[in-house]
T-cell receptor, first 109, second 116 residues
Framework: EDQVTQSPEALRLQEGESSSLNCSYT??????LFWYRQDPGKGPEFLFT???AGEEKEKERLKATLTKKESFLHITAPKPEDSATYLC??????????FGTGTSLTVIP | DAGVIQSPRHEVTEMGQEVTLRCKPI?????LFWYRQTMMRGLELLIY????????DSGMPEDRFSAKMPNASFSTLKIQPSEPRDSAVYFC??????????????FGQGTRLTVV
């Protein structure tokens, strides 16, 4: 069964303190690993798609990496506006997107 | 750009009443998903459609839940009768195929349902 586990559940960082979020997955035939950002009261907002081990994507202070078993979302020198819940999802041989329960990130000024 | 309009944004109803949630994809998709989000269980897939045809409804919790997609521009999720444990945020998401790539899913803003 396709499964996604995210850690930590919650993370508090000082502004400028870099860190990483983890997404561990098991999936039959990975057809994509997706990172989303969700702000309170809003729908998940797409950030990145990774398709194969070794692939990396960057956007501003965020960098996503992928291995055969996990993905990391690295946040470099975060700012308070980076505070949100970050969701990871995988898509396998079926067409469904399976989501983890997310990491709630708080960046303190 | 793909986009999804959900309505209503908020719904408060009494236990036992029928609730209908609506989703209007703007364009550029061939798959539509209904998700339910709660603090305890995160985002759970309820059902998805491919080219307006229901493909997998194994996530629909009970027979009280039903979903339709009469055309590419409209889908509904109905709960009849509603129960307090159905309280959650319900999201509609779309995914389109571009040149055979496995594209991402785009989400609407959600409907927050409260059953009292």
């Amino acid at each position: 069964e396709d499964q996604v586990t995210q850690s930590p559940e919650a993370l508090r960082l000082q502004e400028g303190e870099s860190s990483s979020l983890n997404c561990s997955y098991t999936v039959s035939g990975l057809r994509g690993l997706f990172w989303y950002r969700q702000d309170p009261g809003k729908g998940p907002e797409f950030l990145f798609t990774l398709y194969s081990a070794g692939e990396e994507k960057e956007k501003e202070r965020l960098k996503a990496t992928l291995t055969k078993k996990e993905s990391f979302l690295h946040i470099t020198a975060p700012k308070p506006e980076d505070s949100a819940t970050y969701l990871c999802a995988v898509r396998g041989t079926g067409n469904q997107f399976y989501f983890g329960t997310g990491t709630s990130l708080t960046v303190i000024p | 750009d793909a986009g999804v309009i959900q309505s209503p944004r908020h719904e408060v109803t009494e236990m036992g009443q029928e609730v209908t949630l609506r989703c209007k994809p703007i364009s550029g998709h061939n798959s539509l998903f209904w998700y339910r989000q709660t603090m305890m269980r995160g985002l759970e897939l309820l059902i998805y459609f491919n080219n307006n045809v229901p493909i997998d409804d194994s996530g629909m919790p009970e027979d009280r839940f039903s979903a339709k997609m009469p055309n590419a521009s409209f889908s509904t999720l109905k709960i009849q009768p509603s129960e307090p444990r159905d309280s959650a945020v319900y999201f509609c998401a779309i995914q389109g195929a571009r040149s055979g790539m496995n594209t991402e899913a785009f989400f609407g803003q959600g409907t927050r349902l409260t059953v009292v």
